[in-house]
């Protein structure tokens, strides 16, 4: 009689343990070590390797297809306003991400850099959509190229493939399956397959080729440009359209607007630069090549900072360019360079720049390939995704479960969707994954500041080891930025106040950016509630700022830091996040039955079998001592001693 009451105590010890169990494994940090020497990859990426690989990745798409589409559609003659608007986000998240790759350098990116800090749940949130941003961005790679070509020889494919082939689906699919986009993208896959080295050159050549095609661009658009292309009027408009009797050129035309320089108004302008992100993605796939650099913690944070300058400078040359050879209302949305020559009377030129434009493509095709399944491989090693991804083929020494996963997978969406869906899709995705590293800096107190040591309370703080003394051992990998151990006697308040206020920071972003993206002429025209709210909002963020600074900072010594913290990454937030708020809802629904598909992947098997639940970290404690081990190999080693309670 006694039992029966204490089964309901029972019961809920029981169910307070599972609920804690579960949320320990939702929050759990992945502890690095450094890299045995058998599992380490051959190094022999420099820094010229990782800039060709940055801009390789960069410019593609977006600089040869994108242009034409966001002056056409949505900003006239403004997409330089749009692309400085992104590149400014894209540097500021650029810098904490150099500073990332700076102190892990490791392959995974966001990914890597989410779980070290925020936790399984939050990384594999990062992963995965990463994996979206960079399957995507193959995908619209192939539709370009396909483009391209096709309109080098006449529009036939296009033409045989709609007569044949025509979808009739709803207006999120393509007006026809583009088989030759999904050709394409296998035949890269299956170069891939063969090995990764054999393209590097291969890379390195056609990005070459790519800058001469663009620096040709550029200077031709100053040659050929007219000023009056920027300030169109209606009656232009009109003149250009009332005289023609050509249906298909008419039906070429896009609306007029506004006219002037910015005809789609401030809106236009945000929009298009939201649409612009997407441009920018190929400096964070640097990070996933640190395994396979010859000095990551140097070349990764200088290749990041030498591809997005590179990049912005290319961006902005060819929207000048193109929209001063022609009105930004005639320009051919799915192959506006080649056309714009035709429209100058450069015919020749049209040829020569649709095959280098063609070669650029195959490089930002290479690039972008050789960047997705270092993540897929990172998340199947650690078991969030299915082990299986990871294997290594015996012979070509790749990964080629995840090269084929990716592959196909970005077959199907070059088949089925339209470039300016895919860009639309991506975007978000890739603003997502970039708000990661500013969220992780944004403090300058991370993984290396508070780590839980001991039952009994405490902090173990790694901090900079002095390099002052005469007896310093080399570092190796990441032990370089571990630094040296000190306990500290305080209790572990400082972690949990900097994630807090971390989290509501980003929630006072979130709230504001929705607000401002919602009802902009109601806040700035001083509708007392939504102004009055926005101004709380702005008062909050000054505190929980204050906050953040407060906190105190890592010392580590490092090729880089990111400046003006934690003001730049907090911006950097708020930016990402109010250009998210710029898509439609229909981006909006895709994006979220990705995240769908994700989550039940993890909820149904990384959760249960990722390595932290095999391991029970749970239920391990940690400490670290040094061993001098310099008679064996000059470096640092870290021994673990695992403790179970």
Known sequence: ASATPESPSIMSRMLHQYVRQFGQKLIHKWLLEPRQESERTTAYLNTLDLVAVGVGSTLGAGVYILTGELAKMRA???????????????????LCFTEFGARVPRSGTAYLYSYVTRGQLCAFITGWN?????????????????????????NHISQVLQESFSLNMPYFLARYPDFFALGLVLLVTGLQVLGVRELTLVNKVFTVINILVLSFIILSGFIKGDLHNWKLTEQDYMLNT????????????????????????????????????????????????????????????????????????????????LTLMVPYYQIHRDSPVPQAFLHVGWDPARYVMAVGTLCALTSSCLGTMFTTPPVICAMAEDRLLFWGLAQIHARTCTPIMAIMSAGNLAGVMALLFEFRDLVDFLSIGTLLSMDVPPCLVSTGVSLWSYSETDKMGGILCLWQLRRSHGDMMALSDVSSFMGGLKILTSLSSGSSLF?????????????????LAQWPRRVF???????????????????????????????????????????LPLVSIFVNVYLMMQMTSGTWAQFGIWNVIGFLIYFGYGIRHSLAENNHQYHSLYSYRIVHASEVSNKMIFHKESTTT
Request: aromatic share 12%; hydrophobic share 55%.
């Open 525 to 567: 025209s001083g509708d007392p509630i939504l102004t009055t709210v926005a101004v709380l909002l702005l008062l909050l963020i000054t505190g929980v700022t204050v906050i953040i600074w407060r906190q105190p900072q890592d010392s580590t010594a490092l090729y880089f830091k990111a400046p003006a913290l934690p003001v």
């Open 130 to 154: 990463l994996i979206l941003s960079y399957v995507i961005a193959m995908a619209s790679v192939a539709r370009t190229w396909s483009y391209i070509f096709d309109n080098l020889i006449g």
């Open 76 to 94: 006239g003659p403004a997409p330089v306003i749009c692309f400085l608007v992104a590149a400014l986000s894209c540097v500021m998240s650029s």
């Open 242 to 321: 009332s005289g023609s009797t050509d249906t298909s050129r008419l039906e070429g035309f896009a609306p007029l607007g506004s006219g002037g320089f910015v005809p789609f108004d401030f809106e236009g302008i945000l929009h298009g630069a939201a649409t612009c992100f997407y441009a920018f993605l190929g400096f964070d796939l640097i990070a996933t090549r640190g395994g396979e650099a010859l000095n990551p913690q140097w070349s990764i944070p200088i290749s990041i900072m030498i591809t997005l300058f590179i990049c912005f400078l290319a961006y902005f040359g060819v929207s000048v360019a």
């Open 499 to 515: 994630s807090s206020s971390l989290t509501l920071a980003v929630l006072l972003l979130t709230i504001l950016s929705l607000l």
